[in-house]
């Protein structure tokens, strides 16, 4: 087993049960680390400190802190909060994503300036962002932690402007490797195979994704949260020591497939 007793993870994007973001947090608690659960705004407080509830490590329950990435200051203030309340974190997971609707659901040549802005800033920007904010804090080193999607390298139809989102953000963890390793900071992403979470039914045609997925992968399957749960716990721990800079996939073989 993974004792991950002792280590702080500051998560960020979960939203409810059925998200990938919660199966992480839920092996990172059952693991013993003790979670920081960020929601964006009064609105989700609730969801948010009930899920919390549920998420208990070696060092108590989850706490809850309300940080809207959209706004450095906000940033900043979760971060003076989290220090004062933790002293030092080790893992930060982001699992945040999000485009307009109009610019998944039509073709992509009509994606506007704007539609692409907010893609790229709450999908991409924000990982710097909250990295940058919570590196002085990873004083023992650590891992940060973002998941992406096959759309990233390849055209994935009603995928659209996120594809070229997560294919920045593929980039910016590349980057981030770069610039973080010398502090014993480890970045890396998962790219997960389609899951049928709240967030993933904005996507168009996602049963048609789910059935081809399943019919062309080596495993046959679609991939479930909690192995993708489980990947993240492993990229957190010391058994991935030497890993970063990586995309891992988590999807049941679909990448390998040439058709």
Avoid: W
Avoid at 13 to 19: D, I, M, P, T, V
Avoid at 68 to 90: C, M, N, P, R, W
Avoid at 180 to 185: C, N, R, S, W
């Amino acid at each position: 087993m993974i004792d991950m007793t002792g280590k702080v993870a500051v998560v960020f994007g979960l939203a409810n049960k059925r998200s990938i973001a919660y199966a992480i947090a839920q092996k990172l608690s059952e693991a013993g680390a003790t979670l920081a659960i960020c929601y964006q705004n009064e609105r989700l407080r609730r969801d948010a400190e009930e899920l919390a509830a549920g998420l208990e490590g070696a060092g108590g329950p989850a706490k809850t802190f309300m940080c809207d990435l959209s706004s450095d200051e906000q940033i900043d203030a979760t971060f003076v909060a989290i220090k004062e309340t933790y002293g030092t974190i080790h893992h930060l997971v982001h699992a945040v994503a999000f485009a307009p609707a109009e610019a998944i659901h039509n073709d992509f040549i009509e994606t506007s300036r704007e539609a692409f802005r907010i893609a790229h800033d709450v999908s991409v920007y924000t990982l710097v962002a909250v990295s940058r904010a919570a590196v002085p804090l990873m004083t023992e080193g650590g891992s940060i932690l973002t998941l992406t999607y096959y759309g990233a390298e390849k055209v994935v139809p009603k995928y659209n402007v996120m594809g070229v989102a997560k294919a920045a953000l593929e980039a910016t963890v590349r980057y981030l490797a770069s610039s973080l390793g010398t502090k014993g900071i480890r970045v890396n992403a998962i790219s997960a195979g389609p899951i049928k979470t709240l967030a993933a039914r904005g996507i168009g045609d996602l049963q048609k994704m789910l059935d081809s997925h399943a019919e062309r992968s080596p495993l046959h399957r679609n991939v479930e949260q909690s192995e993708v749960g489980g990947a993240a716990l492993f990229l957190a721990s010391p058994l991935a020591s030497g890993i970063t800079g990586e995309v891992m996939y988590v999807d049941c073989g679909y990448n390998i497939m040439g058709f």
